[in-house]
């Protein structure tokens, strides 16, 4: 419901006009001028930014009022929600030309991150500098004692990620100052009761210690890990350093954007420091590379920190969010300072044997392989078990959740430049990362397109290709897998995984529970299975929403396949390819509009199979006999059967091929000469639909190009164009077509029939050799075909005008 009342209200923002938006602005002005705006000016406002975010369109607000926010917005006296509403409705309206904020002279740092939330949100890189460099006078004149810093930080973040290499060394080096204090040195003491001040206010005990998430006391520095019924200001800071930290440290670390410019202002301090901070800067170190070692040591106690048995749900997460943000971390240190890597290796084994035990910390798999991946070969680590157990175990059991998902495709893409060229164990997983595509289609369907070449080799290929042709099955079956599983009867009533009529039953037949755990398989196999059975007994939930966004990515995905495979097939897979199109045209997942489109992509890839290598058609001559013979073909509009048809006609002939013979082509005449008389004498009906004209051309093209090919055939086929000719021209046969297709079909049967009268000619015309076919020779007026037709026409009646009689 809270979903429905959502869409809701974003339909109700996305349809007010710019008239009823400019009487709602002239409203709120009247609100904002009033001395002391009450409660309704914030609920005008927030409707305000409800209206200008709901669309992806710029909304237009006059200048004048867009001046009255900026008015409402620096005053330090105003509310801090108006001006919280006020700074978000600039920011969605950025870029806003004839904007007259500036951050010179502004002191408070809430305010001061307001302002530079707006400026930073114009994109213009010399006020991006502008606002660094205010954000960093404020941080160096501020006093132990005045206000907090906090709201400044996402502004130096932000500012330092926009333009990166604008801060002076100095500046670099007090931030880098800054972040030790607040990750290694915020006090350990709990935060102190907001007093009442009343007379009566008993004497405040003094705060205990910070916990662990076990509920221990903390014997160690502070961290994000650490609970506390309330924190102190410096225990915020520290949450805050590290939610920026891998960000600062990519930036300023060695040969990064934001690596800081050298000048004469590099020696001076700044800003006054703590005693603490004082007495860190006096150590040996740089101030970068003492951010690394105290970094380091920070991520060092939250992996520790991470193997505690949380009390609360809450704190469990953020464990894991944690442990994933300090491996992160981990990796950079060690890619900026090798030095790091030892220290860290028997941390992160350690880590690994635990994670790869506990399915709840799947997520921080991910970056744990990716250092492993980035660092091996440098420690002499073998990352290739890591990997596998990544590729296969890890999408077959979590294919459900979207954002591992996501994020387990994006880990395989950025991994393909650290693997090079051993992709075995990404290769051999496909079937696993299948099920994330299955079931996660529409998000991933681009991102699969992306790694396909990569997943795709001349061993795996025909398995693939299989794979993903039964790929809206491999949806209803994981969706059989969840229904079945014991947690189904955890997941709310609402589920739409639980929505069906019936669950199909596999535990009765064991050839089915065979076939269904080959499916579910999770890694390649070698052997390509059946799965026709299999497809009946899913057949109930073929009209699931999943599966059927699940076919709608199919043919775009056999697209990227055939891209690929295309680029390294040699004959024997080409062969091996285009028996298996033949094969499965008409064994496939029945969803509604599925075979239609499918066979729309296997019709044109067996012609580009054809046309890259044209004696396949000889090589195939058993196999594409039995699949004209069969009639199959027919069904999802012919599209298949009539790209057979052009291929035959087209590539059966020793011009392409010397092992052609006339035995093979009498055989293919007499196979499409039934064919096409089954399809035009006969009326449609559920086994055998209505033939679509273009095959009827098709095979009427065909039977002439074989026929002047082998001119024994002429008279056979003169006598059933002249048939198809005249059926095509009977009232009763516009009843079965419309008349457009029987005019086209009846001009085609002309034509054709107008050219077998010179055999020659036809034979030229219908089977030119290798440079007549040359687009050059098409192009050329004084070689083109027509001039060659004319010119012989010319010749016949000459020689007709001659004759006696």
């Known amino acids: 419901m809270s979903t429905a009342g959502t869409e809701s209200l974003l339909r109700q923002a996305r349809e007010v006009r710019e008239e009823e938006l400019r009487q709602f602005c002239s409203r709120i002005s009247a609100l904002l001028r009033k001395e002391e705006p009450g409660p309704e000016a914030l609920d005008a406002l927030r409707r305000l930014f409800l209206i200008v975010s709901a669309t992806k369109y710029d909304r237009k607000l006059e200048k004048a009022f867009v001046d009255l926010l900026q008015t409402v917005l620096c005053p330090p006296a105003r509310p801090e929600p108006l001006q919280l509403l006020c700074a978000a409705i600039l920011r969605e309206m950025s870029p806003c030309l004839g904007l007259s904020l500036s951050c010179d002279h502004v002191q408070s740092p809430w305010q001061l991150s307001l302002v530079a939330s707006v400026l930073l949100a114009q994109g213009d890189r010399k006020q991006v500098r502008n606002v660094g460099q205010r954000v960093f006078k404020v941080l160096e004149s501020r006093q132990p004692e005045g206000p907090s810093l906090r709201p400044l930080l996402p502004a130096v973040s932000k500012a330092a990620s926009l333009a990166p290499g604008t801060l002076r060394e100095d500046q670099a080096n007090l931030l880098n100052k800054r972040l030790v204090d607040w990750l290694r040195y915020a006090s350990v003491p709990q935060g102190l009761p907001h007093s009442s001040g009343g007379f009566f206010t008993p004497r405040a005990r003094q705060p205990g210690p910070v916990t662990e998430v076990d509920g221990a ?370 064994s496939l997942y029945q969803v509604p509009g599925y075979e239609a489109r499918v066979h729309q992509v296997l019709s044109a890839q067996f012609l580009g199979l054809c046309q890259r290598r044209p004696c396949l058609v000889v090589e195939l001559a058993k196999e594409l006999l039995e699949f004209v013979g069969s009639g199959g073909g027919l069904r999802g509009g012919g599209s298949v059967l009539t790209s057979v048809v052009w291929a035959v006609g087209e590539y059966l002939a020793v011009s392409w091929d010397r092992r052609c013979t006339v035995d093979q082509i009498n055989k293919f005449f007499e196979a499409l000469e039934a064919l096409l008389f089954e399809v035009t004498q006969s009326r449609p009906s559920a086994t055998l639909p209505q033939c679509p004209p273009q095959l009827v051309t098709a095979l009427m093209t065909t039977l002439t190009k074989l026929a002047s090919r082998s001119q024994d055939l002429i008279p056979r086929v003169s006598l059933f164009l002249s048939k198809m000719r005249t059926l095509a021209q009977s009232p009763a046969a516009g009843s079965l077509r419309c008349r457009e297709d029987e005019r086209a079909i009846g001009t085609r049967a002309t034509e054709l029939l107008n050219l077998l009268k010179m055999p020659s000619v036809a034979q030229f015309v219908l089977t030119p050799s290798v440079e007549v076919a040359a687009p050059r020779y098409h192009r050329d007026t004084n070689t083109a075909l027509p001039l060659a037709l004319r010119t012989v026409s010319r010749l016949v009646e000459k020689e007709a005008g001659l004759l006696p009689g």
């Open 217 to 586: 006391v903390a014997t160690d520095f502070f961290t994000v890990l650490s609970t506390a019924q309330r924190f102190t200001e410096d225990q915020w800071l520290n949450v805050q350093a590290f939610s920026m930290l891998r960000a600062w440290l990519q930036l300023s670390g060695p040969g990064g954007p934001g690596a800081p410019d050298t000048d004469d202002k590099s020696e001076q301090e700044g800003s006054t420091l703590s005693v603490l901070s004082a007495a860190s800067s006096a150590g040996r170190l740089p101030p970068p590379e003492r951010l690394r070692e105290k970094a380091f040591e920070y991520c060092q106690r939250l992996i520790e920190q991470s193997n505690r048995r949380a009390l609360r749900r809450a704190d469990s997460d953020l464990q894991k969010a944690c442990l994933v943000e300090a491996v992160l971390v981990l990796d950079v240190l060690c890619r900026q300072d090798p030095s790091f890597l030892y220290r860290t290796l028997s941390c992160l084994k350690a880590l690994q044997a635990r994670l790869c035990g506990d399915p709840t910390c799947v997520r921080a798999l991910l970056p744990l392989a990716q250092f492993f991946l980035s660092h091996g070969e440098a420690a002499a680590v073998d990352s290739e078990a890591m990997c596998q157990h990544v590729f296969s175990r890890v999408p077959a059991e979590h294919f459900h959740s979207p954002m591992l998902a996501f994020e387990l495709v994006q880990f395989c893409r950025d991994s393909l430049p650290l693997l090079g060229r051993n992709l075995s164990a990404l290769r051999r997983s496909f079937p696993s990362l299948l099920k994330l595509l299955a079931w996660n289609s529409p998000p991933l369907t681009s991102e699969f397109v992306v790694l396909l070449p990569s997943l795709v080799d001349a061993s795996t290929a025909v398995e693939m290709l299989h794979a993903l042709l039964d790929l809206p099955c491999l949806t209803a079956a994981l969706d059989l897998q969840l229904r079945l599983s014991p947690a189904a009867s955890e997941r709310p009533l609402w589920d739409a995984s639980l929505r069906t009529t019936s669950c199909p039953d596999t535990s009765q037949d064991p050839q089915l529970q065979g076939l269904l755990q080959h499916l579910l398989r999770a890694e390649a196999s070698g052997a390509p299975e059946r799965l026709a059975p299999l497809h009946l007994l899913l057949q109930p939930m073929a009209g699931c929403a999943r599966v059927l966004q699940c076919a709608e990515a199919v043919p775009t995905l056999l697209q990227a396949f055939f891209s690929a495979v295309t680029q390294f097939a040699d004959g024997a897979l080409t062969n091996q390819l285009a028996r298996l199109l033949l094969e499965r045209s008409d």
